[in-house]
């Protein structure tokens, strides 16, 4: 399958910024490409996977996989209130607990994304508050399009992606369709970007 143009330059055009690298909250845990492993959004199949992230990229297989509701509107995200949901990868960012919720909206757990990454800036994208979370009430899942921008999940799945998204640490993939992506082509950009994550650290522990 060919990758469209448009999804493979939001693959290879993602940077990391330097206010996520320079965090002081900032730690890695994963040592290595065996141990990595990415959250990846199908918005036309409405499902989402917890999927390896190993060296050879055609080794990736998937761990599990989630029903979700994404935005209310269809398309990639451009503008502030379009209630579309954006494509393209992102990092889970600090988790936010039950007790700072309205948990009629997000349930017991929100995992906030980067959106908009440095790509999505100069693309002009516009907007913010684009999270993983609960669903608040479960029906809203069945609903498929139901929400301002985010993607969500069942009550008791978003509390099983804790350990998964893993803050600062854990690339969130979100693609318009499975069926448009290369997953050779664009493991390999995500691990090309998550390679250069790595030397980066490495290159500050010898400073």
């Avoid at 479960?138 to 969500?152: M, N, P, S």
Wanted: charged share 30%; hydrophobic share 35%; aromatic share 10%.
């Amino acid at each position: 399958m060919k990758v469209s143009m448009k999804h493979f330059f939001l693959v290879i055009g993602f940077m990391l910024t330097q206010e996520t690298l320079e965090s002081k909250t900032f730690k890695f845990q994963q040592t290595s490409f065996s141990e990595a492993i990415f959250l990846l959004v199908d918005k036309s199949s409405l499902t989402a996977q917890i999927r390896t992230l190993p060296k050879d990229t055609t080794d990736s297989k998937i761990i599990k996989e989630y029903p979700i509701a994404i935005g209310k509107k269809q398309g990639d995200k451009r503008k502030e209130g379009d209630y579309k949901t954006p494509e393209g990868i992102y990092f889970a960012l600090d988790h936010i607990q039950k007790e700072k919720l309205l948990q009629s909206k997000y349930g017991e757990l929100a995992i906030p994304t980067d959106y908009p990454n440095p790509y999505d800036s100069y693309l002009n994208k516009t907007g913010y508050g684009i999270w993983i979370h609960g669903a608040g009430d479960d029906q809203r899942i069945l609903d498929k399009y139901a929400t301002e921008g985010c993607v969500i999940f069942h009550n008791k799945t978003i509390l099983k992606l804790r350990k998964w998204l893993v803050p600062h640490q854990t690339l969130i993939l979100i693609t318009k369709s499975t069926e448009h992506v290369n997953q050779e082509k664009d493991l390999k950009a995500v691990h090309i970007q998550l390679k250069l994550w790595l030397d980066y650290l490495e290159l500050k522990k010898t400073k």
